[in-house]
């Protein structure tokens, strides 16, 4: 449904407080993220069930090594071409495997729903904030794009002041942020990438392309009303969480009814 008579939660850009200094020290603007004194969700895993389970998975993975390489030793031995040809299609079964093998499980659906090998092993699972089960698309999202990535926003006040400065500055400004939130470990990345939203042509900033006042009430209909066989998604068409990506989804799904609705 994309009306509601609660109002619409979700997230929130964070709150980045205005700097009464100019001169403080990198990283000393943002208020450290506020944690609960205690996790009132479900029991979660000890740091030693995980890590046997991650142990586990690689040991299990390494099976199917092992077996590969035993079978390429032994075609090389008979043909250097068939051994050259084994040890390639055996490299990309391999990696086929390594980025199925958690997914796959995971999305199994019934008791083990959650669950690579290594974690049923050790009696623990993966389970979702919404209460859904795990499907294949989400633990592939959670194992392969949001583990090991951290993600934030340095917006108004704090953009002004941190843009014109060095990207050393910012970086190191950002990263001792994240060592505040998320312990020492977040001091080392791997990687660091930042993106400029108000210098991008076509958003101009973000998160959320705002209307003048009236627009929506007055002529917002118009946005998300076919035009013979053309079928308009987009959040901006959204009148629940209307500029976020809730309500991208939510047209899009709209909009395929529609033209279902045709067919
Ligand atoms: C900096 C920033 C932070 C944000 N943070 C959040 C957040 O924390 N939470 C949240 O819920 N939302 C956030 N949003 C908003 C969210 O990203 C958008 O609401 C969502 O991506 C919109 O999805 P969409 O499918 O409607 O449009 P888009 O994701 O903009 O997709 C439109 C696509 O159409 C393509 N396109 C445009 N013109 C043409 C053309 N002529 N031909 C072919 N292709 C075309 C574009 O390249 C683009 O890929 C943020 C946005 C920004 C900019």
């Known amino acids: 449904m994309e009306s509601g008579s609660t109002p619409p939660e979700g997230p929130q850009a964070p709150y980045t407080p205005i700097p009464d200094d100019p001169e403080t020290p990198p990283g000393g603007w943002q208020q450290p993220v506020a944690t609960p004194s205690g ?4 029991q979660l895993a000890s740091w030693g069930s995980r890590v046997g389970a991650t142990l586990l998975d690689w ?3 390494l099976i199917p090594v ?3 390489i035993v079978l390429v030793v032994v075609v090389a031995l008979s043909s250097d071409v068939g051994g050259i040809v084994t040890a390639i299609l055996s490299s990309l079964l391999y990696l086929v495997a390594v980025l199925f093998y958690a997914p796959l499980l995971m999305g199994r659906q019934g008791a083990h729903n959650g669950q690579t090998w290594g974690k049923q092993i050790v009696g623990i ?3 979702r904030d919404s209460g859904q089960p795990v499907d294949i698309g989400f633990a592939f999202l959670r194992e392969f794009v949001v583990k090991g990535l951290l993600f934030g926003f340095v917006g108004g006040d704090a953009h002004r002041a941190f843009f ?3 990207q050393g500055d910012r970086r190191a400004a950002v990263v001792a942020n994240l060592v505040e939130c998320f312990g020492r470990d977040a ?3 791997s990687d660091y990438f930042e993106t400029n939203w108000p210098a991008e042509r ?3 900033g973000g998160p959320v392309g705002l209307a003048g006042p009236g627009v929506y009430t007055a002529v917002g209909p118009a946005l998300r009303r076919p035009v013979g066989r053309i079928h308009w998604a987009g959040t901006e068409t959204s009148t629940y969480w209307n500029g976020y990506m809730d309500g991208a989804v939510r047209s899009g799904e709209r909009a395929a009814r529609e033209v279902l609705d045709q067919l």
């Open 164 to 166: 014109p400065r060095p």
């Open 187 to 189: 001091g080392n990345p």
């Open 202 to 204: 076509w958003s101009r």
């Open 39 to 42: 996790w009132e969700g479900k």
């Open 59 to 61: 040991l299990i993975l």
């Open 66 to 68: 092992t077996l590969l």
């Open 125 to 127: 699972r993966v389970v």
